[in-house]
């Protein structure tokens, strides 16, 4: 198979502004459907507070995640070659506002039905953030990725508070009207995608077969060869164990947030969207600042900060005793996750091969989806056998291991990552 090939065209401020609408758009499926609403309505709900639910919720989450882990790479490499990441971006999103607007039906007990719903939609959900971040690279350059990444993620943040303000409203429009959420947030994700679907270009040029191959195997042996190299004991892979680590902790914090602050905290559904507003405003902060202290100082400064203040919020988290502070603990919760999701993204963009982008990010989104399989799922057994509590100390070894594994890295944002032992 050809090496992949990009045209070299100028980026205009309107397409980077296209880029950013979709996280603009996505941020409303996490807020609403994965941690604030539905994570809630799935508990108490459709499965009746039964004890199962926590865990239940953590196993969905998590194979929805490894469906996504089987794929990634595969689709990544395959919109390489064909020049086609804007046609899968486009059918992923679909599916997953589709799937997120069927939630509206799903009642008291219907438990499959439910899990069924939230996993296709976390699939595509999780393929078009793949796929849609696999354009940072083309549309940025090593010096400005930081600053460009944490535009999309305070985007995001934005997108994320409009969501809760509309379900806010919904809520106080009378009882039982959570369903409305879901419909709303399914339609909110499709419009919002429209600017990103319409005005970011597709510079990948397709590339011919070799006579006799076909797509699937040549992009099979794409694979290979990229993951022996990132395997091979390189920093870059080191990188992606830390990735891998950290995500883990922030993937938990993401979908149990919502049920921590009303069973331990004892957080009215209204009070836990105001918790969610304050944490959105302070992901916008924390993306914003950091991606420029990124661009600024290097990535690696910017992500250190960022894991020792998760590692404090899971410290404190797990001693809260009162509303007030659990508001401050989201408040830091919100600056530590913008920051550390920009400057992680930012990264793998700035150490992409040229044309590569859709496989390096199917690779991001395989170690990032990863975590998630991790993540949720210790953080729900814990929580079964231990309580909760325990469970979100314990989710701060996640980020302590990130931390420990992202030192010895001398990371250089110039397209050159080694480790301080010069491996």
């Known amino acids: 198979m050809n090496e992949p ?6 980026v205009k401020k309107r397409e980077i502004f296209g880029w950013c609408c979709f996280d603009f758009a996505n941020s409303a499926f996490t807020t609403v459907i994965i941690t604030v609403v539905y994570a809630v309505y799935f508990q108490q709900v459709v499965a009746g507070g039964a ?19 089987l794929l990634s790479p595969i689709i990544g490499t395959i919109a390489d070659v064909k020049a086609s990441k804007k046609l899968f971006l486009m059918i992923s999103t679909i599916v997953c506002s589709t799937a997120t607007c069927l939630l509206f039906f799903v009642g008291q007990g219907e438990v499959a039905f439910a899990i069924g719903l939230v996993a296709i939609a976390n699939i595509a959900f999780s393929m078009s953030e793949n796929i849609c971040s696999g354009f940072l690279p083309e549309i940025s350059t090593p010096e400005t990725a930081g600053k460009i990444s944490g535009y999309g993620w305070s985007f995001g943040y934005f997108g994320g508070l409009l969501s ?3 379900a806010l409203l919904i809520f106080k429009s009378g009882e039982g009207r959570a369903p409305w959420t879901f419909l709303m947030t399914g339609v909110f994700f499709m419009t919002a995608a429209l600017p990103t679907l319409l005005l970011l270009r597709e510079r990948a040029i397709p590339q011919p077969l070799p006579a006799g191959k076909n797509l699937l195997a040549g992009s099979f042996r794409e694979i290979r060869g990229s993951l022996g190299a990132l395997t091979s004991g390189g920093p870059l892979g080191k990188f992606f164990v830390a990735l891998t680590l950290f995500t883990a902790g922030l993937a938990s914090v993401v979908a149990y947030a919502s049920i921590y602050a009303t069973k331990v905290v004892g957080m009215e559904q209204t009070e836990i969207i105001g918790l969610f507003v304050v944490l959105q405003l302070a992901g916008v902060a924390g993306a ?3 991606g420029f202290l990124q661009d600024s100082k290097g990535p690696k400064l910017a992500l250190i900060l960022s894991l020792l203040l998760w590692i404090t919020v899971c410290v404190w988290g797990s001693m809260c005793r009162t509303k007030l502070e659990f508001y401050i603990i989201g408040a830091m919760a919100g600056v530590a996750m913008g920051s550390l999701q ?44 231990f309580g909760e509590r325990t469970a979100i100390f314990v989710n701060a070894v996640f980020f302590i291991a990130g931390l420990v594994v992202l030192l010895p890295l001398a990371i250089d944002r110039r397209k050159s990552i080694t480790t301080s032992a010069g491996a």
Not at 5 to 10: L, M, S, T, W
């Open 164 to 166: 809760l303000i509309l």
């Open 51 to 69: 004890s199962w639910a926590n865990a239940a919720w953590g196993w969905t989450l998590s194979l929805s995640q490894c469906v996504v882990i």
């Open 288 to 290: 914003y600042g950091f």
């Open 5 to 10: 090939a990009v045209r070299n065209e100028p």
């Open 342 to 385: 920009s400057a992680g993204r930012a990264v793998v963009a700035t150490f992409t091969p040229e044309g590569k982008s859709g496989e390096y990010f199917g690779y991001w989104g395989f170690f990032t989806k990863l975590a998630a399989v991790i993540g949720p799922p210790v953080f729900g057994m814990a929580a079964t056998f």
